[in-house]
C-alpha cells in the first residue's frame, strides 16, 4: 500500500461530504485514476468495466473488477475482500450480456436501487451502453452527473503525493535531457524515442519509472504547427525544430515536461518568441503562491503575452498528478 490507511480515509471523507452537497446517495466511479485515488487499484484493466463504488454511508469504497482481475484487486488495494466485488469471465464479449448487468443485480441485492446515484457522465472508459445498462436495469434510481467530483478532491494534493511528484519531476529531467541529447540531424525519430522511452523507465538509481498515459510527442518541422503528433521513422532535419513532451512517472503520479529543440541557428522572430514566453512563464510562477487563485496565474502569464501581441487562445495549464491512458489531466480543466 502506497499511502497510509489514513490518508485513503481522508480521500473518502472528503469525497463524500461532497457527495452530500450534491445529493447523491451513491458514486459510481469509472475514472480509472479516480479508482486509484479511492481504493489504491493499479492494473491495466480498464479497456473493461470497472468501476469504483462510493456510498455516503459506508466505511469502505467498493470495488468491481472482472475476476480475472481480482487478484490484482486483492494485491493493489486497502479494501476488505468482501469490498471487492468480482463478476464472472461469463459477461466478457458476450453481447448484450454486459458487467453492468452484474452491476445492476448487485445494486439491487444492496437495496441501493432507489438512491440518487451519481454518474461520471464525461469519464473515458463510461460508455453509453454502461449507462443504459443502469438506466434500464435501475428505473426506481435517480441519475445525476457527479460532475467530476473526485477530480476536484484530487486537485489538492496531500504532501505524501507531493513526495511521489518530486521523484517523478526528477524522472521528467532525466528523459529531457535524453530527448535533448538524442535528436540531432539524420536520426530517426523513433530511435530518439527508444532512447527516450528507455530513460523514462529507467528513472533513477532510487526511482523507477512507469508508463506513461500519454505516449512521447514529437511533432517536428511543419508538424510543430500541431501540437499531438507522435514519432514516425523520418530523420529530423537541419534548421528544423521539434516540440517534445512527456512525463516522467514515479506510481502513477505524472509530472509531464515540454521542450523545443532547434537543430541550427534560430531566427530572430524565434528567439524573441522564446523571450516573451519565459517572461510569461516566470510572471506566471511568480504568482503561483498562497492565497492566488489559478486565474491569478493564468492572467500575470496572459498579461505578458498581451504586451509583446502573442495570442494565446488554449488554457495555460491543468491539473495534473495520478494518470492513466489516455490522459494525465487531473481534472479536465
Known amino acids: 500500500m502506497i499511502f497510509t ?8 471523507d472528503k469525497t463524500k461530504k461532497l457527495m452530500q452537497e450534491k445529493g447523491i446517495d451513491l458514486l459510481i466511479s469509472q475514472d480509472t485514476a479516480n479508482m486509484n485515488y479511492l481504493t489504491g487499484y493499479d492494473a491495466w484493466s480498464f479497456y473493461y468495466a470497472q468501476c469504483a463504488i462510493v456510498n455516503v454511508n459506508e466505511d469502505e469504497p467498493l470495488l468491481f473488477v472482472r475476476a480475472q482481475d481480482a487478484g490484482g484487486a486483492y494485491i493493489r488495494s486497502y479494501l476488505k475482500d468482501e469490498n471487492i466485488i468480482v463478476y464472472h469471465e461469463k459477461y466478457i464479449h458476450t453481447w448484450p450480456t454486459h458487467p453492468y448487468d452484474y452491476l445492476v443485480e ?4 444492496k437495496k441501493w436501487d432507489n438512491l440518487n446515484i451519481g454518474l461520471e457522465m464525461d469519464s473515458h472508459y463510461f460508455t453509453a451502453y454502461c449507462y443504459e ?3 434500464q436495469g435501475l428505473p426506481n434510481a435517480i441519475f445525476k452527473d457527479s460532475e ?21 519531476a526528477l524522472i521528467s529531467q532525466k528523459g529531457m535531457q535524453t530527448a535533448i541529447d538524442a535528436i540531432n540531424p539524420g536520426v530517426r525519430q523513433c530511435d530518439a524515442v527508444g532512447e527516450i522511452q528507455k530513460s523514462l523507465f529507467y528513472g533513477t538509481p532510487e526511482y523507477g519509472g512507469e508508463y506513461s498515459s500519454i505516449a512521447t510527442l514529437l511533432p517536428t518541422g511543419k508538424g510543430t504547427s500541431a501540437s ?3 514519432a514516425t521513422q523520418d530523420q529530423f532535419v537541419r534548421g528544423e525544430a521539434t516540440i517534445i513532451e512527456l512525463a516522467g512517472v514515479y506510481k502513477r503520479y505524472h509530472v509531464p515536461m515540454a ?3 532547434l537543430l541550427g541557428k534560430a531566427e530572430q522572430k524565434k528567439i524573441d518568441a522564446m523571450k516573451a514566453t519565459n517572461e510569461a512563464l516566470e510572471a506566471g510562477i511568480s504568482a503561483a503562491k498562497p492565497g492566488n487563485i489559478a486565474d491569478d496565474v493564468a492572467q500575470k502569464f496572459w498579461g505578458i503575452l498581451d504586451k509583446y501581441e502573442i495570442k494565446k487562445e488554449s488554457r495555460t495549464g491543468y491539473s495534473i498528478g495520478i494518470g492513466y491512458p489516455p490522459d494525465w489531466g487531473g481534472a479536465y480543466t
Do not use: G, P
Open 228 to 230: 499531438h503528433l507522435t
Open 5 to 12: 490507511q489514513a490518508e485513503y480515509k481522508t480521500r473518502l
Open 259 to 261: 521542450r523545443t529543440v
Open 133 to 135: 445498462k443502469l438506466k
Open 106 to 109: 448487485f445494486i439491487k441485492e
Open 148 to 168: 467530476r467530483l473526485v477530480n476536484w478532491v484530487r486537485v489538492v494534493k496531500s504532501d505524501a503525493e507531493i513526495d511521489l511528484m518530486k521523484s517523478a
